[in-house]
């Protein structure tokens, strides 16, 4: 039976490629752009803030959001035109748009056509090790030398790629093998940290989502580890956290918010914890999580490098930090001599971390770390990439 169905995938998948070879020598549709998220998984990070920007400010262009059929859920309640992936109509518009806003990888076999323009905007700072600087390679179903040589593959697609400060820029050049344009704009899906009223905002999203008004919002936001999966392209996370603990401490003054990374997001019950633990790894875009919050608790995700922008307290909840350090994946800087907040291992230590936070003394991060990493953000990255890249008018001269 499985066999059966890889053959009809691998017909499917040939098919579309030497259709989308066709249409890619039809003329370029000028003003149309597609517009894509985590694998069509979800209207979010930089691609949606410069969709946003365009909406708002160039309405003469026509786009698309390129969508998973299984996350359909995730993109009905927004006024936007989708094309599904692996459709027809999907390789058609792929194949002839003028323009692409991606945030990750796209199928191997879907190179992109001549005269198309390629905007790579990724999807976060670097503390693990990324592409071709990974040594040791741990996912299924690929070996370290063909993962990089896929990555370099991709990354010549590239024609633009964002970087949200020169920390990463530096990084990006190498790990990815690019050799394009690096907009060093800030990143885009930053702006509204800087832009929205968090006050309004913060009491419009408690009440909408039913939580707590007089309670203090943290935000579990872990990544994925890269040897802990059930079959190539499903990964599986063990909650290492006691929310009973937790909820018995902390459950008085505080919620928690588990926003899980796309990749494991189906992998979370907290059913007997309601009322103190709530599962947004659906929600649209963690940008608004950012802003609701109190504090962040986090391991090696990106996350602490956006959520930075708002000078609010972060925990690392590192209880496998020497295994994912050494063994998985690799560091660029050591995060327990650099990191904005304090490292803890274990659920009673990470509870005295919380109540910590409430000393003024810790309340602030680290400053220089804000000034390496967060000085680029002003709230204006997506106006700087759209005029660089769909007017010519902003050319990067950051160093």
Known sequence: MKKSIAKAKGLVSKVFKRLFV???KLPRKKNVIIFESFHGKQFSCNPRAIYEYLLENHPEFDMYWSINKNERKNFEHENIQILTRFTLKWVYYMATAKYWVINARLPLWMKKPHNTVYIQTWHGTPLKKLG????????????????RKNFTRESGNWDYLIAPNKYSADIFKRAFGFNGNMLLSGYPRNDALYNKDHAEFTREFKEKNELPKNKKIILYAPTWRDDEYIEVGKYKFSLKMDLE??????GNDYIILLRMHYLVADQLDIENYKGFAY?????????????????????????????????????FYVYDIDKYRD??????????LSAPGPLVKTTSILIEAVKNTELDENKEINHSFYDKYCDWEDGN???RVVDEVFFDSSPSERQ
């Open 279 to 315: 599962n947004f790894s659906d929600y649209d875009d963690i940008r608004d999580l950012y802003i609701v919050s109190d504090l962040l608790i986090t391991d090696y995700s990106s996350v602490f490098f956006d959520y930075a922008n708002l000078n609010r307290p972060v925990i």
């Open 327 to 336: 063994q998985l994946r690799g560091f660029y800087f050591d995060l327990e």
């Open 22 to 24: 066709l249409f890619g």
């Open 381 to 383: 990255a997506a106006k």
């Open 245 to 250: 603990e937790m909820r018995r401490k902390l």
């Open 132 to 147: 071709i600087d990974i040594a040791d390679v741990k996912m299924p179903g690929t070996t370290t030398e063909k993962y």
